[in-house]
Protein backbone atom coordinates (compact mmCIF):
# COMPACT_ATOMS: atom_id res chain seq x y z
CA UNK A 1 0.00 0.00 0.00
CA UNK A 2 1.34 3.17 -1.04
CA UNK A 3 1.99 5.95 1.87
CA UNK A 4 -0.84 8.29 2.66
CA UNK A 5 -0.51 11.85 0.87
CA UNK A 6 1.43 14.30 2.94
CA UNK A 7 3.31 11.74 5.24
CA UNK A 8 6.66 11.94 5.87
CA UNK A 9 9.24 9.55 3.85
CA UNK A 10 12.13 7.94 5.17
CA UNK A 11 15.01 9.64 4.15
CA UNK A 12 18.73 9.54 4.80
CA UNK A 13 20.75 12.49 6.51
CA UNK A 14 21.81 14.20 3.22
CA UNK A 15 18.37 13.99 1.78
CA UNK A 16 16.72 15.99 4.95
CA UNK A 17 19.69 18.01 4.90
CA UNK A 18 18.77 19.05 1.00
CA UNK A 19 14.88 18.90 2.47
CA UNK A 20 15.23 21.65 4.77
CA UNK A 21 17.88 23.56 2.56
CA UNK A 22 14.58 23.43 0.04
CA UNK A 23 12.31 24.67 2.99
CA UNK A 24 14.67 27.57 4.02
CA UNK A 25 15.62 28.73 0.31
CA UNK A 26 19.02 28.36 1.32
CA UNK A 27 20.54 30.35 -1.81
CA UNK A 28 18.12 33.59 -0.82
CA UNK A 29 20.05 33.01 2.58
CA UNK A 30 22.63 35.05 0.92
CA UNK A 31 20.34 38.11 0.22
CA UNK A 32 19.63 38.52 4.05
CA UNK A 33 23.15 40.35 5.67
CA UNK A 34 23.62 42.98 2.95
CA UNK A 35 19.96 44.65 4.37
CA UNK A 36 22.28 44.98 7.78
CA UNK A 37 25.49 46.12 6.12
CA UNK A 38 23.62 48.93 4.56
CA UNK A 39 21.78 50.23 7.21
CA UNK A 40 24.90 50.69 9.22
CA UNK A 41 26.29 52.75 6.10
CA UNK A 42 23.59 54.88 6.04
CA UNK A 43 24.43 55.56 9.68
CA UNK A 44 27.81 56.50 8.59
CA UNK A 45 29.29 54.05 10.84
CA UNK A 46 31.63 51.37 10.18
CA UNK A 47 29.92 47.43 11.03
CA UNK A 48 30.44 46.87 14.72
CA UNK A 49 29.78 43.75 17.07
CA UNK A 50 26.18 44.91 17.06
CA UNK A 51 25.94 44.59 13.53
CA UNK A 52 26.86 40.93 13.78
CA UNK A 53 24.20 40.64 16.38
CA UNK A 54 21.22 42.78 13.96
CA UNK A 55 22.67 40.09 10.86
CA UNK A 56 22.08 37.04 12.87
CA UNK A 57 18.59 38.47 13.80
CA UNK A 58 17.95 39.43 9.99
CA UNK A 59 18.78 35.91 9.09
CA UNK A 60 16.57 33.92 12.15
CA UNK A 61 13.74 36.05 11.03
CA UNK A 62 14.29 36.06 6.93
CA UNK A 63 14.25 32.05 7.71
CA UNK A 64 11.28 31.67 10.09
CA UNK A 65 9.65 33.66 6.68
CA UNK A 66 10.30 30.69 5.00
CA UNK A 67 9.49 28.17 7.09
CA UNK A 68 6.44 29.81 7.50
CA UNK A 69 5.33 30.31 4.46
CA UNK A 70 5.12 26.61 3.15
CA UNK A 71 3.51 25.88 6.14
CA UNK A 72 0.72 27.91 5.41
CA UNK A 73 0.39 27.44 1.77
CA UNK A 74 0.89 23.43 2.21
CA UNK A 75 -2.42 22.73 0.52
CA UNK A 76 -1.84 25.19 -2.54
CA UNK A 77 2.05 24.09 -2.76
CA UNK A 78 0.34 20.36 -2.86
CA UNK A 79 -1.62 21.26 -5.72
CA UNK A 80 0.94 22.97 -7.96
CA UNK A 81 4.14 22.60 -6.06
CA UNK A 82 3.83 18.85 -4.91
CA UNK A 83 7.70 19.30 -5.22
CA UNK A 84 8.49 20.55 -2.61
CA UNK A 85 9.57 19.60 1.21
CA UNK A 86 6.72 19.55 2.81
CA UNK A 87 3.62 18.52 -0.21
CA UNK A 88 6.75 15.91 -1.18
CA UNK A 89 6.42 14.65 2.84
CA UNK A 90 10.13 14.84 3.55
CA UNK A 91 9.28 17.41 6.22
CA UNK A 92 6.60 16.82 8.21
CA UNK A 93 4.15 20.26 8.57
CA UNK A 94 4.56 20.03 12.34
CA UNK A 95 8.15 20.46 12.00
CA UNK A 96 8.02 23.39 9.88
CA UNK A 97 5.75 25.69 12.25
CA UNK A 98 7.67 24.75 15.35
CA UNK A 99 11.09 26.10 13.36
CA UNK A 100 9.31 29.27 12.76
CA UNK A 101 8.24 29.60 16.22
CA UNK A 102 11.78 28.76 17.32
CA UNK A 103 13.75 30.90 14.46
CA UNK A 104 11.32 34.36 15.34
CA UNK A 105 12.46 33.67 18.90
CA UNK A 106 15.95 33.34 18.46
CA UNK A 107 15.71 36.23 16.51
CA UNK A 108 13.75 38.46 18.43
CA UNK A 109 16.34 37.57 21.19
CA UNK A 110 19.72 38.58 19.37
CA UNK A 111 18.28 41.92 18.86
CA UNK A 112 17.69 42.41 21.78
CA UNK A 113 21.11 41.84 22.36
CA UNK A 114 21.61 44.43 19.58
CA UNK A 115 20.12 46.73 21.89
CA UNK A 116 16.52 48.32 22.74
CA UNK A 117 16.15 50.35 19.51
CA UNK A 118 17.13 47.12 17.74
CA UNK A 119 14.25 45.46 19.37
CA UNK A 120 11.81 47.76 18.72
CA UNK A 121 12.84 47.20 14.77
CA UNK A 122 12.77 43.93 15.36
CA UNK A 123 9.50 43.56 16.72
CA UNK A 124 7.30 44.58 14.08
CA UNK A 125 9.45 42.96 11.37
CA UNK A 126 8.95 39.76 13.15
CA UNK A 127 5.02 40.55 13.38
CA UNK A 128 5.20 41.88 9.79
CA UNK A 129 6.85 38.22 8.21
CA UNK A 130 3.72 36.40 10.44
CA UNK A 131 0.89 38.72 9.19
CA UNK A 132 1.90 38.30 5.58
CA UNK A 133 2.41 34.45 5.44
CA UNK A 134 -0.73 33.47 7.71
CA UNK A 135 -2.83 36.06 6.36
CA UNK A 136 -1.88 38.67 3.67
CA UNK A 137 0.14 36.79 0.91
CA UNK A 138 -2.61 36.47 -0.80
CA UNK A 139 -3.98 39.94 -0.25
CA UNK A 140 -3.58 43.51 -2.77
CA UNK A 141 -1.62 44.46 0.48
CA UNK A 142 0.36 41.62 0.10
CA UNK A 143 3.71 43.26 -2.10
CA UNK A 144 3.36 46.34 0.36
CA UNK A 145 3.95 43.99 3.53
CA UNK A 146 6.91 42.35 1.74
CA UNK A 147 8.30 45.63 0.70
CA UNK A 148 7.68 46.66 4.55
CA UNK A 149 9.41 43.74 5.91
CA UNK A 150 12.67 44.22 3.89
CA UNK A 151 12.93 47.98 4.67
CA UNK A 152 12.43 47.01 8.05
CA UNK A 153 15.06 44.54 7.73
CA UNK A 154 17.69 47.30 6.82
CA UNK A 155 16.35 49.33 9.73
CA UNK A 156 17.33 47.08 11.15
CA UNK A 157 21.20 47.27 10.52
CA UNK A 158 20.55 50.84 11.39
CA UNK A 159 19.30 50.57 14.66
CA UNK A 160 21.72 47.80 16.13
CA UNK A 161 24.78 50.02 15.06
CA UNK A 162 24.26 53.24 15.72
CA UNK A 163 20.89 53.04 17.54
CA UNK A 164 19.13 55.58 15.59
CA UNK A 165 17.84 54.37 12.08
CA UNK A 166 16.11 57.40 11.00
CA UNK A 167 19.57 57.99 8.86
CA UNK A 168 18.98 54.74 7.03
CA UNK A 169 14.81 55.38 5.70
CA UNK A 170 15.88 56.34 2.17
CA UNK A 171 17.59 53.26 1.59
CA UNK A 172 15.34 51.38 3.06
CA UNK A 173 12.78 52.97 0.83
CA UNK A 174 14.60 52.19 -2.32
CA UNK A 175 15.51 48.29 -0.97
CA UNK A 176 11.46 48.28 -0.46
CA UNK A 177 10.53 49.50 -3.32
CA UNK A 178 12.64 46.54 -5.46
CA UNK A 179 11.00 43.95 -3.12
CA UNK A 180 7.67 44.86 -4.04
CA UNK A 181 8.21 44.82 -7.61
CA UNK A 182 9.53 40.69 -6.90
CA UNK A 183 6.68 40.35 -5.01
CA UNK A 184 4.53 41.40 -7.61
CA UNK A 185 6.09 39.39 -10.09
CA UNK A 186 6.09 35.93 -7.56
CA UNK A 187 2.39 36.32 -7.29
CA UNK A 188 1.89 34.37 -10.65
CA UNK A 189 5.11 32.53 -10.72
CA UNK A 190 3.26 29.19 -11.04
CA UNK A 191 0.04 30.12 -13.32
CA UNK A 192 2.00 32.95 -15.69
CA UNK A 193 -0.05 35.42 -18.09
CA UNK A 194 0.56 38.80 -16.23
CA UNK A 195 3.13 40.92 -18.44
CA UNK A 196 2.05 43.77 -16.39
CA UNK A 197 3.48 42.75 -13.15
CA UNK A 198 7.27 42.06 -15.09
CA UNK A 199 6.64 45.15 -17.19
CA UNK A 200 6.38 47.65 -14.19
CA UNK A 201 9.23 45.70 -12.16
CA UNK A 202 11.23 46.21 -15.19
CA UNK A 203 10.68 50.00 -15.02
CA UNK A 204 11.23 50.05 -11.30
CA UNK A 205 14.28 48.73 -11.87
CA UNK A 206 16.01 51.36 -14.34
CA UNK A 207 14.41 53.62 -12.03
CA UNK A 208 16.30 52.46 -8.95
CA UNK A 209 19.29 52.21 -10.66
CA UNK A 210 19.26 55.57 -11.96
CA UNK A 211 18.58 56.99 -8.01
CA UNK A 212 21.26 54.74 -6.50
CA UNK A 213 23.93 56.03 -9.01
CA UNK A 214 23.55 59.41 -7.95
CA UNK A 215 24.52 61.55 -5.22
CA UNK A 216 22.15 61.42 -1.74
CA UNK A 217 22.51 64.35 0.38
CA UNK A 218 24.76 63.58 3.18
CA UNK A 219 26.02 65.39 6.53
CA UNK A 220 30.03 66.29 6.48
CA UNK A 221 31.80 63.76 8.69
CA UNK A 222 32.77 64.58 12.63
CA UNK A 223 28.34 65.43 12.17
CA UNK A 224 26.82 62.60 11.19
CA UNK A 225 26.31 61.27 14.75
CA UNK A 226 24.60 64.69 15.38
CA UNK A 227 22.57 64.10 11.94
CA UNK A 228 21.25 60.93 12.68
CA UNK A 229 20.09 62.13 16.13
CA UNK A 230 18.20 64.89 14.17
CA UNK A 231 20.08 68.18 16.46
CA UNK A 232 20.58 71.24 14.96
CA UNK A 233 23.48 72.90 13.27
CA UNK A 234 24.31 69.70 10.50
CA UNK A 235 24.57 70.21 7.00
CA UNK A 236 24.12 68.51 4.30
CA UNK A 237 26.82 67.89 1.56
CA UNK A 238 26.83 65.48 -1.69
CA UNK A 239 28.27 61.83 -1.13
CA UNK A 240 31.80 60.89 -0.22
CA UNK A 241 32.73 64.99 0.87
CA UNK A 242 33.69 65.51 4.11
CA UNK A 243 34.27 68.74 5.81
CA UNK A 244 37.90 69.91 6.82
CA UNK A 245 38.19 72.19 9.92
CA UNK A 246 40.63 74.47 8.33
CA UNK A 247 39.20 75.01 5.02
CA UNK A 248 38.52 78.38 3.73
CA UNK A 249 34.83 79.36 2.88
CA UNK A 250 34.56 77.60 -1.02
CA UNK A 251 36.91 75.41 -0.84
CA UNK A 252 36.34 71.71 -2.10
CA UNK A 253 36.29 69.86 0.95
CA UNK A 254 38.65 66.59 0.58
CA UNK A 255 36.97 62.79 0.06
CA UNK A 256 39.05 60.18 1.94
CA UNK A 257 40.29 57.34 0.15
CA UNK A 258 36.97 55.07 0.98
CA UNK A 259 34.79 57.80 0.07
CA UNK A 260 36.27 58.05 -3.30
CA UNK A 261 36.55 54.24 -4.05
CA UNK A 262 32.89 53.71 -3.01
CA UNK A 263 31.66 56.74 -5.38
CA UNK A 264 33.75 54.53 -8.37
CA UNK A 265 32.08 51.22 -7.28
CA UNK A 266 28.35 53.16 -7.23
CA UNK A 267 28.10 53.08 -10.85
CA UNK A 268 29.46 49.17 -11.69
CA UNK A 269 27.51 48.04 -8.69
CA UNK A 270 23.95 49.69 -9.91
CA UNK A 271 24.58 48.30 -13.54
CA UNK A 272 25.36 44.85 -11.64
CA UNK A 273 21.67 45.16 -10.28
CA UNK A 274 20.41 46.11 -13.66
CA UNK A 275 22.06 43.30 -15.74
CA UNK A 276 20.88 40.93 -13.23
CA UNK A 277 17.28 42.04 -12.81
CA UNK A 278 16.10 43.86 -16.25
CA UNK A 279 16.92 40.65 -18.56
CA UNK A 280 14.53 38.27 -16.92
CA UNK A 281 11.90 40.67 -16.62
CA UNK A 282 12.25 41.37 -20.34
CA UNK A 283 11.76 37.79 -21.06
CA UNK A 284 8.85 37.41 -18.36
CA UNK A 285 7.20 40.48 -20.34
CA UNK A 286 7.05 39.10 -23.78
CA UNK A 287 6.50 35.41 -22.60
CA UNK A 288 4.67 35.91 -19.14
CA UNK A 289 4.57 32.04 -19.11
CA UNK A 290 5.27 30.74 -15.38
CA UNK A 291 9.06 29.04 -16.42
CA UNK A 292 9.90 32.76 -17.11
CA UNK A 293 7.81 33.94 -14.52
CA UNK A 294 9.73 32.20 -12.02
CA UNK A 295 12.83 32.94 -13.46
CA UNK A 296 11.94 36.62 -13.09
CA UNK A 297 11.40 36.17 -9.50
CA UNK A 298 14.59 34.34 -8.98
CA UNK A 299 16.41 36.95 -10.83
CA UNK A 300 15.29 39.58 -8.93
CA UNK A 301 15.70 38.19 -5.92
CA UNK A 302 19.40 37.79 -7.03
CA UNK A 303 19.80 41.38 -7.77
CA UNK A 304 19.09 42.07 -4.51
CA UNK A 305 22.57 41.91 -3.77
CA UNK A 306 24.17 43.90 -6.02
CA UNK A 307 20.87 46.91 -5.61
CA UNK A 308 21.99 46.26 -1.43
CA UNK A 309 26.23 46.57 -2.36
CA UNK A 310 25.44 49.78 -4.09
CA UNK A 311 22.99 51.21 -1.92
CA UNK A 312 25.91 50.70 0.52
CA UNK A 313 28.66 52.51 -1.76
CA UNK A 314 26.15 55.42 -2.47
CA UNK A 315 26.27 55.81 1.73
CA UNK A 316 30.29 55.91 1.12
CA UNK A 317 31.66 52.57 2.66
CA UNK A 318 33.73 51.06 -0.15
CA UNK A 319 34.86 48.63 1.46
CA UNK A 320 31.57 47.30 3.24
CA UNK A 321 29.96 47.95 -0.33
CA UNK A 322 32.34 45.30 -1.69
CA UNK A 323 31.74 42.90 1.16
CA UNK A 324 27.66 42.23 0.01
CA UNK A 325 28.81 42.48 -3.33
CA UNK A 326 30.86 39.20 -2.71
CA UNK A 327 27.74 37.14 -1.20
CA UNK A 328 26.61 37.05 -4.47
CA UNK A 329 28.41 34.69 -6.36
CA UNK A 330 28.22 32.23 -3.30
CA UNK A 331 24.06 33.00 -3.73
CA UNK A 332 24.55 31.75 -7.23
CA UNK A 333 26.39 28.34 -6.57
CA UNK A 334 24.16 26.87 -3.90
CA UNK A 335 20.96 28.40 -6.57
CA UNK A 336 22.48 25.82 -9.34
CA UNK A 337 21.07 22.74 -6.20
CA UNK A 338 18.52 24.36 -4.30
CA UNK A 339 15.79 26.55 -6.05
CA UNK A 340 14.81 29.73 -4.19
CA UNK A 341 10.78 29.44 -5.80
Not at 270 to 276: D, E, F, K, Q, S
Request: charged share 15%.
Amino acid sequence: MSPAAGAPRPIGSAGRARAWAELLRLPALFTVPGDALAGAAAGAQAPNSRTLLAIGSSVCLYEAGMALNDWADRAEDAAERPHRPLPSGRIHPAAALTAACVLTGTGLALAARAGRPALAVAAPLAATVWAYDLALKHTPAGPAAMATARGLDLLLGAAATTGHPGGALGPAALLGTHTLAVTAVSRRETTGGAPLAPLAALAATALLTRLVTGRPSRPPAGRREAATRGLPGTTSVPDGVFSCPTARSGDTPARTPAEASATALRPALAAAYLATAARPYLHATLNPSPPLTQRAVAGGIRATIPLQAALTARSGAGLTALLVAALAPLGRRFARTVSVT
